[in-house]
């Protein structure tokens, strides 16, 4: 069992930058894979980045390479997502997501049984 809650999200300019947390409790953390996903409005929930138990496998979307980075602080309980030059684009809600330790990263939702309750993220123009 873990309870994940994301903070960190807000209103940012184009080219901005946001960092995203997603502190947990429950253990042990470390031996849950973790990823980022994101929904905006009108659409279906989306993978964003992913990261293994841990931490030595990442995985991103192709529009978040190069500009987003997924880490995680077992000794902490908490994952990140830092987000730099972020656009319009990126506007969604951000949500933290817990599925059990795998040697790849795991894209779809139905693998993950843990979720926090999002924290949203406006990129403006």
């Known amino acids: 069992q873990v309870q994940l809650v994301e903070s960190g999200g807000g209103l940012v300019q184009a080219g901005g930058s946001l960092s995203l947390s997603c502190a947990a409790s429950g253990r042990p953390f470390s ?5 980022w996903f994101r929904q905006a409005p009108g659409k279906e929930r989306e993978f964003v980045a992913g990261i293994s138990w841990s931490g030595a496998s990442t995985y991103y979307v192709d529009p978040v390479k190069g500009r987003f980075t997924i880490s995680r602080d077992n000794g902490k309980s908490t994952m990140y997502l830092q987000m730099n030059n972020l656009k319009p684009e990126d506007t969604a809600v951000y949500y933290c997501a817990a599925g059990p330790p795998n040697r790849g990263i795991v894209v779809l939702t139905t ?3 843990y979720w926090g309750q999002g924290t949203q993220v406006t990129v403006s123009s």
């Open 111 to 113: 693998f993950y049984d």
């Open 31 to 35: 031996n849950y894979a973790m990823a």
